[in-house]
């Protein structure tokens, strides 16, 4: 029988080389198609761990991992990094831009590693180039005036709405992000936010969103804890 659920992980542990006890221990966490999920944990709760399991990063100790149907045990090497790629989009705390590539450059990146995403971007742009502008203009960026300036140039805000349209580019099924508004104040938060709805709902993609801000997790479908998921971090409090 098909599992019908976008992501599962069911009975996974993971522990760190040389660690006395496991960092993660989770019996199960799953999201469907199109949900929007806030998970929080304070710094050191394994957020980051947790994050890079899903994303194919880290290999569990034991258990599954599934992402769009395909369990990732399955899934070695160089098709792993392709199956990242084809299926998740990654917004990082720090944001990741290549400092010396363009603004265009750093949105299509995904499209390099992922024909599939690629198409897809092609697709709904009319071409790459149109994409990207699409993508800009939507998260309320002015993609003529910045889609060839180098990343470095930017102002955080900018870098960080560019970071976002990477992620979502090429329609990827699950985005992750991570503390993506921990440098901003409430204002510049609560706005970006609307913008990353807007579009996350547009594309259809599922949204598992990490902060460790609950002031944050009304505006989502469901809100999870991740010490009250993890029997790891429960067996040490």
């Keep these: 029988m098909t599992d019908s659920r976008l992501l599962l992980l069911e009975d996974v542990r993971f522990s760190w080389p040389k660690a006395t006890e496991a960092t993660l221990d989770i019996p199960l966490f799953s999201m469907e198609h199109g949900e929007r999920v806030f998970l929080r944990g ?10 890079s399991l899903i ?47 363009s603004v265009s450059q750093n949105v299509l990146l995904p499209c ?7 198409i897809r971007a092609q697709e709904m742009g009319g071409s790459l180039d149109g994409e990207v502008q699409r993508l800009l203009t939507a ?7 910045l889609r060839h300036r180098q990343a470095m140039s930017l102002s955080v805000g900018q870098q960080q709405r560019v970071a976002v349209a990477r992620a979502l580019i090429g329609r990827p099924q699950l985005v992750i992000a991570d503390e993506p508004t921990s440098a901003l104040d409430a204002d510049t938060r609560d706005a970006f936010l ?5 579009e996350i709902e547009a594309t259809g993609a599922s949204l598992l969103f990490v902060s460790h801000d609950a002031a ?14 993890n029997r790891a971090e429960q067996a040490t409090g």
């Design 216 to 229: 944050l997790a009304q505006r989502f479908d469901r809100h999870v804890d991740l010490p009250e998921l």
């Design 139 to 145: 998260l309320n960026l002015d993609a003529a005036a």
């Design 194 to 198: 609307e913008l990353l709805f807007a």
């Design 112 to 118: 390099r590693f992922s024909a599939r995403r690629r």
């Design 55 to 101: 994303a194919a990063v880290l290999s569990p100790d034991r258990g599954v991992v599934k992402v769009a149907g395909t369990d990732l045990a399955t899934v070695r090497g160089a098709a792993r990094d392709r199956f990242r790629a084809d299926h998740i989009g990654l917004v990082f705390q720090q944001f990741n831009l290549l400092p010396f590539l």
């Design 42 to 51: 304070p710094s050191g709760s394994g957020k980051t761990t947790l994050l």
